[in-house]
């Protein structure tokens, strides 16, 4: 129990993470949003990309992008909210980035370019998995604020 408390809980006692909370919540709760509300950003995007029943992976994805983003927006179960956010961006990168290296007239900077909200998000998603929500968190409130030492995780 003692060590999913220290997951919980908020390592960080600064105040700017909000800014990556605010940023990563947002763009997917907003793009989950668009997946329910606009079929050429989900059902038919998920149709052209290849993935088998589209109406349904898109509709599952757009609801764990507006529920986690919810979650990392108001800083409440932040790390583990983080975690299928990840999977999701991983798996769009490795579904229509990658596959731009093999197109014609595309290549490796193309790609680059074409992915860089991708990778931010990736390394905004890594970042909070690895510190937390910050203190102007609901996770800071419920859990605790404040460093995990080595003393806390061994009682």
């Not at 390592?11 to 700017?16: A, C, E, H, I, T």
């Not at 997946?35 to 898109?58: C, E, N, Q, S, W």
């Not at 579904?95 to 007239?105: A, D, S, V």
């Not at 859990?143 to 995780?153: A, K, R, T």
Request: proline residues 5%.
């Amino acid at each position: 129990m003692h060590s999913l408390r220290s997951l919980l809980r908020s390592p960080s006692n600064l105040r700017g993470i909000i800014f990556i909370r605010i940023a990563v919540g947002l763009i997917f709760f907003t793009q989950g949003i668009l997946k329910y509300t606009d079929p050429h950003l989900g059902v038919l995007r998920f149709t052209r990309i290849g993935f088998p029943m589209p109406d349904f992976t898109a509709r599952f994805v757009g609801a764990i992008e507006i529920i986690c983003g919810l979650l990392v927006l108001v800083g409440l179960f932040t790390r583990l909210a983080s975690i299928p956010l990840l999977i999701v961006i991983l798996t769009a990168i490795a579904t229509t980035k990658i596959r731009e290296l093999f197109h014609p007239g595309q290549g490796f900077w193309f790609m680059v370019s074409d992915a860089r909200t991708d990778f931010a998000m990736t390394m905004s998603l890594l970042f909070l998995i690895s510190v937390g929500a910050g203190a102007w968190s609901l996770d800071s409130r419920i859990f605790g604020e404040g460093p995990i030492n080595s003393s806390e995780v061994h009682q």
